[in-house]
């Protein structure tokens, strides 16, 4: 009986870390340099099908955020 309530213990002590680091996990890398890149390039294929001034200032301000602290550098657009 007590094995069954230590086994027990550690399940929910398992199942409860699991989501708590999934959560720290998703926040590491929605930070990271990769994710914002992939993001960045993602919304200037968007922009260049449909072409909005305040979207592209928008994107503008997350490249110039962007280059600041990572690499590789993404070339700076004309929103004109």
Do not use: W
Not at 9 to 21: A, D, Q, T, V
Not at 45 to 67: A, G, H, M, W, Y
């Amino acid at each position: 009986m007590i094995s069954q309530s230590k086994s027990k213990k550690k399940f929910y002590l398992l199942f409860g870390l699991l989501p708590i680091m999934g959560i720290l996990l998703a926040f590491y890398i929605s930070d990271s340099c990769v994710y914002q890149h992939a993001s960045i390039l993602g919304n200037l294929s968007d922009l260049e099908k449909n072409f909005d001034p305040v979207t592209c200032e928008i994107i503008l301000d997350r490249v110039i955020n962007f280059n600041e602290k990572c690499e590789p550098e993404i070339e700076i657009m004309d929103c004109g």
